[in-house]
């Protein structure tokens, strides 16, 4: 398995509407078994994001569906960066959609 | 919903019996959506842990559960420290089991 964990700050009072963004892409991401998206308790801008994929491959090939590249071209002019990334080596654990 | 983001170290050697232990302790936790535990890629003896709860209240309510309590007796030990801990709240997301 495949796992990131990572935080986005949007750009000021524009986190709402990148979790919009977010949101509109995760249908149906072939090989993600785990995508959380979550808030900031200390930044009112900046959204937490947990991935695990069944490998980097899966990762990487999401990024070329369509609904993802809608949601990056929405999101992207509202990002101001990215920090704490991190990517993991999940083992296990508690909802993991479908992982064997 | 409660999230957690953390990094747990084990004592030098000591990873793959400090899974173990946290392996056991997750069979059915009542309010667990997700508990994802992964492995650093560089530090030897880090690994994520990554959860989300219905509230923060099933989380601490989840530590005197009998096999967290067991786990927690066993990996106690073997753990040298604790770092990179967030608290968020979870909005929505892909494998959050039950989650409404």
């Known amino acids: 398995m495949y796992g990131l964990i ?3 700050i949007a ?7 990148l979790l919009s963004a977010l949101n509109g892409s995760i249908g149906h991401m072939p090989g ?3 995508y959380v998206i ?10 937490w994001v947990t991935e695990v994929w ?3 491959e899966s990762h990487k090939a999401s990024l070329s569906l369509p ?8 999101a992207r002019p509202i990002i101001a ?7 993991t080596i999940p083992v296990g654990g508690v ?4 992982a064997k």
């Not at 750009?11 to 509407?17: F, I, S, T, V």
């Not at 609904?67 to 929405?74: C, D, G, L, P, Q």
């Not at 960066?81 to 990517?87: L, P």
């Open 95 to 98: 909802g993991l959609a479908g």
């Open 81 to 87: 960066g990215f920090d704490n990334r991190v990517e």
């Open 38 to 47: 979550a808030l900031d308790r200390e930044h009112p801008d900046a959204l």
């Open 54 to 56: 069944d490998s980097a």
């Open 67 to 74: 609904e993802v590249r809608a949601a990056i071209t929405k």
């Open 32 to 34: 993600c078994l785990s």
């Open 11 to 17: 750009a000021p009072g524009k986190r709402d509407e």
């Open 6 to 8: 990572g935080r986005m």
